[in-house]
């Protein structure tokens, strides 16, 4: 039977979706003043965290400053609502140092709706997206299972695993989104009509167990920092939680390994019902106990959920094994003999659009005006989500506007690293930004996402005045004493600096030395130094304070990056024409030729990140460019 349609109403901007991408687009896209409708399957699965209930780690919580510094949400929404919080890797250098909280998953989904609930210009409504409205290959807008049609100037795609979702406990399958949300199944046939290529990735979960019936001392205790942290640039330290949650840490063992080896012919992984691809870096525990079978236990993570619940995840410990053998499995694990089962582990399957179908702003090569992000493209994570649905919500505004597209490089944010690996590369598996995909990762640090992003924040009106105005502050107060310690010398003979050498284990000083070369040493600190020379006037913050130290004590290295950086963007101010055809290019070699046609990159920068793409094919691309001899596509 046909669905009735009713009457259409008008926006600048439709987000489809409201996960971690959705949220970001629809808010960005209201803040700079489109009129903005955000359509969502479940009102109650607002910014919903299906899964692990935290933030940040390694590139991960680099993405949530710089949604920050963008005007985004997602650092003030867990900043509101965390029980944890921890800064890693604080033995290693600053390039990889990363802040992680656990969030009260409740908590954190309320505050969101309740954000955007308030936001002027944005309009949050429930309903299932069945179909985008797309007329001579721009899109339009999007009716919805009951038959409504909005339309808008741009679209933005975020139904992440709802798209044809289908979730697996053992041999039990059905057809779902997470957490046995409605699964979205129209829209993803409607895409495959519009001409666009989807695959079928899996991802999945682990059990949530009752945490009265966990015996912690059996466990091992993982607190939080005293000291405060913040993902935000505007929470300031006061808002710091004192009375935080701990996580227990505990470990798999051979029982454990041994019930799972005993059941893989009842893994879905391995009995061929699972049929996506899942994600390298976080795979379940069945496929961890047969890829690394050498190893005599995995260490699992008990997370609380929040302050109002008993339930805690199991993390790394995720599966799809059949209820009674995760029971099993579980039980099996040191602090969890009597664990009881609150929800299985489930594992669940989805499309995603191939992301080499998009351009850097992330909108659809397919379809004009239509752009998409989040799970969708492939990726896994509510930070890699979100680091997109800021993009294509600040784009799909722009593009409502009539202005110019919005784009991150490699060089200026993890988001720009993620976006270019993902539509140069395009995915084989579920996409996790890792330090290790980002080659300026020393300039790409947590601590100075402000100082890499909040002027194009405020230039696009996501960042007020008030703020920007405290941001310059900061950047001034920095300047100007990396300045002054580049002139202010220290003598051998000056009260203090004798005792302090002394005290470090250090020879004593021959002659004089500038501060900021004192600085360099390993053994010394900012707040070192100021114990033999004065403090700036007016005295820097702790943050400020942290950047004159690294970048005086990195300061060489920043500079061969900056070099770096400096030859890549002569070679993205190459531009490549739209619509070339390469096979029109006497020379290309096959490869390059046939993956030239397929990613149409936009400079030669990307050209020359795609695999199979030689020094010898830019070269005669390039050649080929500045003489003019580009032949387009009929």
């Known amino acids: 039977m046909e669905v009735k349609r009713y009457p259409s109403k008008e926006y600048d901007v439709i987000v489809v979706g409201a996960g971690h991408a959705g949220s970001e687009a629809a808010l960005a896209a209201a803040r700079m003043g489109q009129k903005t409708l955000l359509l969502t399957i479940n009102l109650d699965m607002v910014a919903f965290m299906p899964c692990n209930p935290s933030v940040g780690g390694p590139a991960k919580g680099t993405v949530v400053r710089e949604i920050d510094a963008l005007g985004g949400q997602m650092g003030r929404n867990i900043d509101a609502t965390y029980i944890q919080m921890r800064m890693l890797n604080t033995g290693k250098g600053p390039a990889v140092r990363a802040l992680r909280a656990q969030a009260d998953k409740a908590d954190y989904h309320a505050v969101m709706k309740d954000t955007i609930e308030k936001e002027p210009n944005l309009t949050l409504r429930q309903g299932v997206v069945d179909e985008v409205i797309v007329k001579d290959g721009v899109c339009q807008g999007v009716v919805t299972a009951t038959g409504a049609e909005y339309f ?190 609150m929800r299985p582990g489930y594992a669940i399957e989805y499309d995603v659009v191939e992301p080499w179908q998009l351009t850097h702003s992330l909108e659809t090569k397919v379809v004009k005006n239509l752009f998409t992000a989040g799970q969708m493209n492939g990726t896994s994570g509510y930070e890699e989500a979100g680091g997109q649905g800021i993009v294509a919500g600040i784009n799909a505004a722009l593009r409502a506007a009539g202005k110019p597209a919005f784009t991150l490089g490699r060089d200026e944010a993890y988001i720009g690293v993620m976006i270019d690996d993902l539509v140069t590369k395009g995915t084989n598996e579920p996409y996790r930004l890792l330090t290790s995909r980002a080659e300026y990762r020393l300039i790409l640090r947590h601590d100075n996402a402000d100082l890499r992003l909040t002027e194009k924040g405020y230039q696009l009106g996501l960042i007020s005045e008030e703020r920007y105005q405290q941001f310059l502050a900061k950047k001034a107060a920095i300047t100007a004493e990396l300045k002054r310690l580049a002139t202010y010398r220290i003598k051998p003979k000056q009260p203090g600096v004798a005792e302090l050498l002394a005290a470090k284990e250090m020879a004593p000083l021959q002659d004089g030395i500038l501060a900021s070369e004192f600085l360099k040493r390993p053994q010394i600190s900012y707040a070192d130094l100021l114990t033999i020379i004065p403090a700036a006037e007016p005295a820097l913050d702790r943050y400020s304070a942290e950047q004159v130290e690294i970048q005086t004590k990195y300061a060489g290295y920043i500079d061969k990056e900056q070099q770096k950086i400096a030859r890549l963007r002569r070679l993205e101010a190459k531009q490549i024409p739209t619509g070339i055809d390469y096979e029109a290019i006497n020379g290309l070699a096959t490869e390059a030729r046939q993956k030239l046609t397929k990613i149409q990159p936009e400079t030669i920068a990307q050209a020359s990140r795609i695999s199979g793409v030689n020094p010898a094919d830019l070269a005669i691309l390039s050649v080929y460019i500045e003489q003019g001899r580009i032949a387009k596509v009929q």
């Open 152 to 341: 808008a100037k741009s679209v933005v795609l975020t139904a992440g695993t709802s798209s044809r979702g289908k979730i697996i406990i053992g041999e039990l399958t059905y057809s779902s989104g997470p957490n046995n949300s409605l699964p979205s199944i129209k829209l993803s046939e409607n895409l495959e009509k519009l001409g666009f290529k989807l695959r079928r990735f899996k991802t999945g979960t682990p059990p949530r167990v009752d945490g009265n019936t966990i015996d912690y001392d059996k466990t091992i205790e993982q607190p939080g920092d005293k000291t405060p942290h913040h993902f935000s640039y505007l929470t300031p330290d006061s808002a710091y939680v004192k009375d935080q949650l701990s996580c227990w840490m505990t470990y798999t063992n051979g029982t454990t390994h041994q019930i799972i080896r005993d059941n893989l012919d009842r893994a879905p992984m391995f009995s061929g019902i699972i049929e996506g691809v899942g994600p390298r870096y976080c795979p379940s525990i069945e496929d961890k106990i047969v890829r690394f079978a050498d190893k005599p236990r995995h260490q699992l993570f008990l997370e609380p959920e929040g302050r109002h619940t008993e339930e805690y995840y199991v993390g790394d410990f995720s599966t799809s094994m059949p209820e009674e053998i995760q029971l099993k499995m579980l039980h099996s694990v040191a602090g969890l003999e009597h664990a009881e089962l």
